[in-house]
């Protein structure tokens, strides 16, 4: 079966076409800057050599018309016509409540995903563009959504709570939810595979560190708690999001410098994090660049994200009782090998040992702990996509 994977952000659009059940990855890409001047699109069918070209691409819709074009009449064809795709996965951020796993998009799904626009209003409208836009140039494609949150479903009352009246958070649907459940679910799948150990016995700590940052402890395959809450700004400092901090900074912010919600939500999600700390970039390289040449600022930067995610770490080792592997995923955590061993720094109570050479050395996935470090440390290159095509083929496929 040829399952065709989208990823469609606010202005980007991901994709990959595999063949299943082999998992064999036909030709994949992305598409920048939609909806806006000289979008650039990049695609790849196998080994060939990737093509790219600008196009004004103003809607999701006119992206995945240009992606399926070059999927059959491309310099290197991955399909003979459409009719091929039997299948598309797509990923979609926040249901709410509504689902505990993936499944197959009807009118109903797509009516509760606009009704969670609310709760993830930078995500959901594009994954809902995506959906709407294939199902326009694919009619009768079966398509499947795949659920950032559905992961940590299986969170405790306790740890999803948040201590507000309890009447006002029914009303609304306020509690933890979490995020990037996606990234762990291929995370710690690949570590207890790394660790030739059945993921149930292990007890994980995993840290996906991109542009988008959380934090997640699993036990026996149970997501117990995850440092994103109601929305994806809570928790770990993130490239532009504020991460973890008073409640009372929103008010404060908005009596003393006239701000108005949204405007305290742009701060606190657009212009915060390293890019805010450190006045450099919301790119962590260049961050990283200029706190070596000096930047007092984009030092701070650095410490402050490397101190608050070493903090979860150990809160989250004592949720877990105890640690048996560490897990470093997402693209900051895979190849910045500087931010792996700052965060690291201090904790061998925890039976952490890093080796300097393997951390500095691995750029796929490995172990980069000492080889008599009771706790392993582990980098995993992370692979949402083919997680999508695994649950919309079994879906689809009806397998189990």
Same mark, same amino acid.
Request: charged share 20%; hydrophobic share 40%; aromatic share 4%.
């Given at each position: 079966?040829?399952?065709?994977?989208?990823?469609?952000?606010?202005?980007?659009?991901? $994709?990959? +076409?595999?063949?299943?059940?082999?998992?064999?990855?036909?030709?994949?890409?992305?598409?920048?800057?939609?909806?806006?001047?000289?979008?650039? +699109?990049?695609?790849? /069918?196998?080994?060939?050599?990737? /093509?790219?070209?600008?196009?004004?691409?103003?809607?999701?819709?006119?992206?995945?018309?240009?992606? +399926?074009?070059?999927?059959?009449?491309?310099?290197?064809?991955?399909?003979?016509?459409?009719?091929?795709?039997?299948?598309?996965?797509?990923?979609?951020?926040?249901?709410?409540?509504?689902?505990?796993? %993936?499944?197959?998009?009807?009118?109903?799904?797509?009516?509760?995903?606009?009704?969670? /626009?609310?709760?993830?209003?930078?995500?959901?409208?594009?994954?809902?563009?995506?959906?709407?836009?294939?199902?326009?140039?694919?009619?009768?494609?079966?398509?499947? =959504?795949?659920?950032?949150?559905?992961?940590?479903?299986?969170?405790?009352?306790?740890?999803? =709570?948040?201590?507000?009246?309890?009447?006002?958070?029914?009303?609304?649907?306020?509690?933890?939810?979490?995020?990037?459940?996606?990234?762990?679910? $291929?995370?710690?799948?690949?570590?207890?595979?790394?660790?030739?150990?059945?993921?149930?016995?292990?007890?994980?700590?995993?840290?996906?560190?991109?542009?988008?940052?959380?934090?997640?402890?699993?036990?026996?395959?149970?997501?117990?708690?995850?440092?994103?809450?109601?929305?994806?700004?809570?928790?770990?400092?993130?490239?532009?999001?504020?991460?973890?901090?008073?409640?009372?900074?929103?008010?404060?912010?908005?009596?003393?410098?006239?701000?108005?919600?949204?405007?305290?939500?742009?701060?606190?999600?657009?212009? %915060?994090?390293?890019?805010?700390?450190?006045?450099?970039?919301? !790119?962590?390289?260049?961050?990283?660049?200029? =706190?070596?040449?000096?930047? !007092?600022?984009?030092?701070?930067?650095?410490?402050?994200?490397? $101190?608050?995610?070493?903090? $979860?770490?150990?809160?989250?080792?004592?949720?877990?009782?105890?640690?048996?592997?560490?897990?470093?995923?997402?693209?900051?955590?895979?190849?910045?090998?500087?931010?792996?061993?700052?965060?690291?720094?201090?904790?061998?109570?925890?039976?952490?040992?890093?080796?300097?050479?393997?951390? =500095?050395?691995?750029?796929?996935?490995?172990?980069?702990?000492?080889?008599?470090?009771?706790?392993?440390?582990?980098? /995993?290159?992370?692979?949402?996509?083919?997680?999508?095509?695994?649950?919309?083929?079994?879906?689809?496929?009806?397998?189990?």
């Amino acid at each position: 079966m040829k399952v065709l994977v989208l990823n469609c952000g606010g202005s980007s659009i991901k $994709y990959r +076409l595999y063949a299943m059940p082999q998992e064999t990855v036909l030709a994949g890409g992305s598409v920048e800057r939609v909806g806006l001047p000289g979008a650039r +699109l990049s695609h790849q /069918v196998g080994e060939a050599a990737p /093509v790219t070209e600008t196009l004004e691409c103003p809607t999701h819709a006119v992206g995945i018309q240009r992606i +399926l074009a070059l999927l059959v009449d491309g310099p290197n064809p991955a399909v003979r016509s459409l009719a091929e795709i039997e299948a598309a996965g797509h990923r979609v951020v926040h249901a709410g409540d509504r689902y505990t796993g %993936s499944v197959r998009i009807t009118p109903d799904v797509i009516r509760a995903l606009y009704e969670c /626009v609310a709760l993830a209003p930078l995500h959901n409208p594009p994954n809902l563009a995506g959906i709407e836009a294939c199902q326009e140039v694919l009619p009768g494609v079966p398509m499947v =959504a795949v659920f950032d949150n559905t992961l940590h479903h299986t969170l405790p009352d306790y740890a999803r =709570a948040y201590a507000i009246p309890r009447d006002l958070a029914q009303r609304h649907g306020i509690r933890r939810y979490g995020f990037h459940g996606i990234a762990f679910r $291929y995370a710690t799948q690949r570590t207890a595979a790394l660790l030739g150990r059945p993921l149930e016995s292990l007890r994980l700590v995993t840290l996906m560190l991109g542009s988008g940052c959380t934090a997640n402890a699993m036990k026996g395959g149970r997501s117990l708690d995850v440092s994103t809450g109601l929305t994806p700004l809570e928790g770990l400092m993130q490239s532009t999001r504020s991460g973890d901090l008073d409640p009372a900074v929103v008010t404060f912010l908005q009596e003393k410098e006239g701000l108005s919600a949204a405007a305290v939500n742009a701060l606190l999600n657009r212009q %915060s994090g390293w890019l805010g700390l450190s006045g450099v970039s919301a !790119d962590l390289r260049e961050v990283r660049q200029a =706190a070596a040449q000096g930047n !007092d600022a984009a030092r701070l930067a650095l410490q402050a994200f490397t $101190y608050r995610a070493r903090k $979860y770490v150990g809160a989250y080792a004592a949720v877990l009782g105890g640690l048996d592997a560490l897990t470093f995923t997402g693209g900051v955590g895979e190849r910045a090998p500087d931010i792996r061993a700052a965060i690291c720094d201090d904790l061998r109570f925890l039976g952490i040992s890093l080796d300097p050479e393997r951390n =500095a050395v691995t750029t796929g996935d490995g172990l980069i702990s000492t080889p008599d470090s009771p706790t392993p440390v582990v980098v /995993v290159t992370m692979d949402e996509e083919c997680v999508i095509a695994r649950d919309t083929y079994a879906l689809v496929a009806n397998v189990q």
